[in-house]
């Protein structure tokens, strides 16, 4: 998930007024894709805030993380928003993280 377009979008098309991106850095173990890879499927929260910086974003809107954690099938990082908001912070970025059914103003 994490690849050199992040500079080129960044170019073509930045800066952003927020970049909304996968913090859950999911590790996924399903049948038949087996054996499974040690890798995230998605990105990570320091990732995620690396490629919004990349990205020039002024802010971070988190997605897809809570609520698909199934061991052993789907497996997210511990406390994303959490790691999201340091990371975020240490970039000098904003991390908004949204409820379900809320919405921002940009």
């Not at 999911?26 to 995620?48: G, W």
């Not at 910086?53 to 928003?81: Q, W």
């Amino acid at each position: 998930m994490f690849h050199g377009f992040w500079w080129l979008i960044a170019r073509r098309y930045g800066p952003f007024d927020a970049a909304f991106l996968p913090i859950d850095g999911v590790r996924v173990n399903f049948e038949p894709f087996q054996p499974p890879s040690p890798f995230p499927a998605a990105l990570d929260p320091q990732q995620a805030a690396v490629a919004a910086h990349i990205l020039k974003a002024r802010k971070i809107i988190p997605i897809h993380f809570g609520s698909c954690h199934k061991p052993p099938v789907f497996v997210e990082v511990d406390r994303p928003a959490d790691g999201l908001v340091k990371s975020a912070a240490e970039l000098g970025l904003e991390a908004q993280i949204l409820a379900p059914g809320d919405s921002i103003a940009l």
